[in-house]
């Protein structure tokens, strides 16, 4: 069965030093999305992508975070610098074209920051 | 904004009984309901998904109701099960395909 693939699992970094979350969605998946789940509450969307396309980056942090799928399959999603309050899980999904369908989720990368 | 409530936070049973799990929405006019599991450290599996226009899924022992009029959705575990232990999260959908979620009920089922 396909499943979407997230690397790392865990990571450990200090504030102020760059992280780079991997993702490679279910084959032929056009829509891509990045989540941040604080332990204890839901996911929360920070980008969706449509193809190569940036759907919604409203929630992300723009000032040190930056998302991209630059041929329209996996996607790297970056934190520059770190802050202590970015330690969380990041989630990441795909979905095919249409709505009524649902997303199907990686196993997350799991990120301290110390 | 959709905001999604799961109540309650923490439920403990033992093996062998149902599990009622709510979940309210405060805009009605949702594309969709899904119905999420996550163990500990994990990602999410979907366990139910409803249209906007479906009142019930059920798979297995799982049985998912909708009611969108007033913004309720419960999901139905029959004849708990130790294996059942997890967090399950409630998400609205929104036709534009994102999903809005609660912050999940953790279910602990004691043998």
């Known amino acids: 069965e396909a499943e979407v693939a997230q690397s790392p699992r865990y990571k450990i970094t200090e504030k102020s030093q760059a992280v780079a979350f991997w993702c490679d969605p279910i084959?032929?998946?056009?829509?891509l999305y990045w989540y941040r789940q604080i332990l204890g509450q839901g996911p929360e969307l920070l980008v969706q992508f449509q193809d190569e396309s940036v759907v919604d980056d409203s929630q992300l942090p723009k000032d040190r975070f930056s998302a991209e799928r630059l041929k329209g399959v996996d996607s790297t999603l970056k934190i520059q610098p770190a802050e202590l309050g970015d330690s969380a899980m990041y989630l990441c999904a795909s979905s095919s074209e249409a709505a009524e369908e649902t997303q199907y989720f990686g196993p997350g990368t799991r990120l301290l920051v110390l | 904004k959709q905001e999604v409530t799961q109540i309650p936070a923490a439920l403990s049973v033992p093996e062998g009984e149902n599990l009622v799990l709510n979940c309210s929405f405060t805009?009605?006019?949702?594309?969709?309901l899904q119905w999420f599991r996550q163990d500990p450290g994990k990602g999410l599996t979907s366990l139910l998904l409803i249209q906007s226009s479906q009142r019930e899924q059920t798979s297995g022992r799982l049985n998912a109701s909708l009611d969108k009029s007033s913004g309720r959705s419960t999901l139905y575990i029959a004849a708990s099960q130790p294996g059942d232990s997890a967090t399950y999260l409630c998400?609205?959908?929104?036709?534009?395909?994102?999903?809005?979620f609660g912050a999940g009920t953790t279910v602990t089922v004691r043998a």
């Open positions: 084959s032929g998946h056009a829509t």
């Open positions: 805009d009605s006019a949702i594309y969709n």
């Open positions: 998400a609205v959908g929104s036709n534009d395909y994102k999903l809005s």
